[in-house]
């Protein structure tokens, strides 16, 4: 038996070279991604999201100091229709 006609030593002698270097002259192929458009849009949705204040100032600010003056008053009968409304989902 020649060792020469062996494919392990035909793996090992390409190994023991080491890589081939890249033809600069083929060209390269390159990686591509295409979206659904449902991916797109939530995409788009989350960059919006992000851009967001984290709490919404003018909002909050006039409830903040509304509490502090001890002026604030619980709309009861908003928030016991919304409590409702939101178990009707």
Same mark, same amino acid.
């Given at each position: 038996? *020649?060792?020469?006609?062996? !494919?392990?030593? +035909?793996i090992?002698?390409? *190994?023991? &070279?080491?890589? &081939?270097?890249?033809? !600069?002259?083929?060209? #390269? @192929? @390159? $990686?591509? #991604?295409? =979206?659904? $458009? +449902?991916? %797109?849009?939530? *995409?788009?949705?989350?960059?919006?999201? @992000?851009a967001?204040?984290? #709490?919404r100032e003018? *909002?909050?600010? !006039?409830?903040?100091?509304?509490?502090?003056?001890?002026r604030?008053?619980? !709309? %009861? &009968? %908003?928030?016991? +229709? &919304? =409590? =409702? $409304?939101?178990g009707e %989902?």
């Amino acid at each position: 038996m *020649r060792i020469e006609n062996n !494919p392990i030593f +035909r793996i090992l002698a390409q *190994r023991l &070279r080491g890589p &081939r270097p890249a033809n !600069p002259a083929s060209p #390269v @192929a @390159a $990686d591509e #991604v295409q =979206l659904s $458009d +449902r991916a %797109e849009t939530l *995409r788009k949705a989350k960059e919006a999201y @992000a851009a967001l204040p984290e #709490v919404r100032e003018e *909002r909050i600010a !006039p409830l903040k100091k509304q509490i502090e003056e001890g002026r604030y008053q619980i !709309p %009861e &009968r %908003e928030l016991a +229709r &919304r =409590l =409702l $409304d939101s178990g009707e %989902e």
